[in-house]
């Protein structure tokens, strides 16, 4: 079965500091892997994408790692700012299209003064 | 080049009445897909459009709920006798060509939040 699980569920950081997200995804073979912002009350945005053939995508301070192997991908996060609160979520898009783009349940990031 | 619109951006019903969720593509893109977020909890899909066909609707109650999306006007998710249960935020996206495509991009709306008293 297609999975997509991220960690940890939230996380509350100091502004400033760096922090890693982290996506385990069981879909294979994959088209793509994307990572997504959603602010409160808002639509997702989107962050990176990276195709099976990629290992790093940066966007600014937002940085996204693949490892296809692991079946793992990572989203960090540098010199924290306020307006990064909100949940980032991971997308996973099947090669075939008989399958549905799976979407994990997001980590809800928290940045304090 | 306006992004998603969706709308209208809450909306309240009570229960056994009709909600009509509206949403209009980036223009250019023909490929649209409503998904449900019930607090807390991550996107759920619900059905793929591609203008005037369904693509796949199998994430869609059986009853009560359609969508479509016609040659011409915004899509349409329409949720009949509406249940608190169909409380939740709909978010439409959509994209220029098929999401399996290894570059494509999904565009998201706002959402539109459905309170059913």
Same mark, same amino acid.
Request: proline letters at 5%; one cysteine or more.
């Given at each position: ?113 | ?56 609707? #199998? %994430?869609? /109650? ?6 479509? @999306?016609?040659?011409? !006007? ?21 994209? #220029? %060509?098929? /999401? ?6 999904? @565009?998201?709306?706002? !959402? ?6």
């Amino acid at each position: 079965k297609n999975q997509v699980e991220q960690s940890p569920q939230s996380l509350i950081i100091l502004e400033g500091k760096n922090c890693t997200l982290q996506c385990n995804y069981t879909v294979s073979p994959f088209s793509n892997l994307r990572w997504y912002k959603q602010d409160t009350g808002r639509g997702p945005v989107s962050l990176t994408i990276m195709t099976f053939s990629e290992n790093t995508k940066s966007n600014g301070r937002y940085t996204a790692t693949l490892d296809a192997d692991t079946k793992q991908s990572s989203l960090h996060i540098t010199a924290s700012q306020l307006s990064d609160s909100a949940s980032y979520i991971c997308v996973v898009t099947p090669r075939s299209s008989a399958s549905k783009i799976i979407f994990g349940s997001g980590t809800r990031l928290s940045i304090r003064p | 080049n306006a992004g998603v619109m969706q709308n209208p951006r809450h909306l309240v019903r009570r229960r056994g009445q009709e909600a009509r969720l509206r949403c209009s593509p980036m223009k250019g893109h023909s490929h649209v897909y409503w998904y449900r977020q019930l607090p807390e909890e991550g996107l759920k899909f619900m059905v793929y459009l591609q203008k005037e066909n369904i693509i796949d609707e #199998s %994430g869609m /109650p059986k009853e009560r709920f359609s969508a479509e @999306f016609p040659k011409e !006007g915004p899509s349409i998710l329409r949720i009949q006798q509406v249940v608190r249960g169909d409380s939740a935020a709909y978010f439409c996206a959509s994209s #220029s %060509g098929t /999401p399996y495509a290894t570059n494509e991009k999904l @565009f998201f709306g706002s !959402g539109t939040q459905l309170s059913v008293l």
